[in-house]
């Protein structure tokens, strides 16, 4: 069974940085693209960020370009989001997605449970 | 981008009932169309994906039609359990894009 969890996070000042981590069990992690999904509290949903299997391809929303970095380790079977320069905006519940087609990016066939990123002085 | 409108926003309706949510995507995304079900305080769930596939697990009750700008998926016979926020998201195009999500509450 597949099962995505997700740490990391926190209260933070505008301006501030902070790391979440995804761990995930259940599938071949390294054959899977991988994304990270966020929700503003009240809010829909909005696709922050994805990468490749082997983390060779990334792709990232507006919004967070230049200030979010994507990345994966795949020998210790982990997913990593690095916010720096954080904004009121980013204020959201971060989900850890993976995608459904191996190589693929199309559909999220699982989501974590989420984690709470609020960003506030 | 590709702007995903779901109609309406919020559907009142009765256990029982047939329920038809309404997907429209501001330019064609081929068949890579996926419906997602939310409920309080959970993460969302699959329920569908290249427009009609069910995913593993999900009822019968669910099915999803459509093709090019326009899409929709229905419910046939609302169950208690179904009282959720119902999502469509594009995986054509990058940015990746989700609707704003129709929420479906008791009658």
């Known amino acids: 069974e597949v099962h995505l969890a997700e740490s990391g996070g926190d209260l933070a000042q505008p301006g501030g940085s902070l790391r979440l981590s995804c761990a995930p069990s259940g599938f071949s992690f390294s054959s899977y693209a991988m994304s990270w999904v966020r929700q503003a509290p009240g809010k829909g949903l909005e696709w922050v960020s994805s990468i490749g299997g082997s983390g060779g391809s990334k792709y990232n929303a507006d919004s967070v370009t230049g200030r979010f970095t994507i990345s994966r380790d795949n020998s210790k079977n982990m997913l990593y989001l690095q916010m720096t320069s954080l904004r009121a905006e980013d204020t959201a519940v971060y989900y850890c997605?993976?995608?459904?087609?191996?190589?693929?990016?199309?559909?999220?066939?699982?989501w974590g449970q989420g984690t709470l990123v609020t960003v506030s002085s | 981008e590709i702007v995903m409108t779901q109609s309406p926003a919020t559907l009142s309706v009765s256990p029982g009932e047939r329920v038809i949510f309404s997907c429209r995507a501001s330019?064609?995304?081929?068949?890579?169309l996926a419906w997602y079900q939310q409920k309080p305080g959970q993460a969302p769930r699959l329920l569908i994906s290249g427009v009609s596939t069910r995913a593993t697990g999900v009822p019968a009750r669910f099915s999803g039609s459509g093709s090019g700008t326009e899409f929709t998926l229905t419910i046939s016979s609302l169950q208690s359990e179904d009282f959720a926020v119902y999502y469509c998201?594009?995986?054509?195009?990058?940015?990746?894009?989700f609707g704003q999500g129709t929420k479906v509450e008791i009658k």
């Open positions: 330019h064609g995304v081929n068949n890579n």
């Open positions: 998201q594009q995986y054509n195009n990058w940015p990746r894009t």
């Open positions: 997605a993976k995608h459904g087609d191996p190589y693929g990016y199309d559909h999220f066939d699982s």
